[in-house]
């Protein structure tokens, strides 16, 4: 069974940083993309970044220069390095994957969006 488990959240002062990781655990074949949305209090669920396999990135507008988002070598964790965190980056941040598996007949197919259960990030001023 496939999973995405998230870690690294937390309470941050003002100006302050975290960095969020995610990692794939289960039998995959690869992952097409992975990225990162985010939800604050009484908000719709929206894109923070995302990443694709070969690396190239996709930010909100809003989070540029601040947010990077990286993948490991072994392209099964990505990480969020968040900076110069403000209060209304206070929100439970989500992994989101697309993922290539492979059958038994030896087909790739592809199956999207596979969530993480959230991980609490609070900037206090």
């Known amino acids: 069974q496939v999973q995405l488990v998230e870690s690294g959240g937390g309470l941050v002062q003002v100006g302050g940083s975290l960095r969020l990781s995610c990692t794939v655990s289960g039998s995959i074949s690869s992952i097409n993309d992975m990225g990162w949305y985010r939800q604050g209090p009484g908000k719709q669920r929206e894109l923070v970044a995302k990443i694709n396999s070969i690396g190239r990135t996709n930010y909100a507008d809003s989070l540029k220069g601040r947010f990077t988002i990286s993948m490991d070598n072994a392209k099964t964790t990505i990480y969020l390095q968040m900076n110069s965190l403000k209060p209304e980056d206070t929100a439970v941040y989500y992994c989101?994957?697309?993922?290539?598996?492979?059958?038994?007949?030896?087909?790739?197919?592809?199956?999207?969006?596979?969530w993480g259960q959230g991980t609490q990030v609070t900037v206090s001023s």
């Open positions: 989101n994957a697309d993922l290539q598996f492979r059958d038994s007949g030896g087909f790739y197919y592809s199956k999207p969006n596979y």
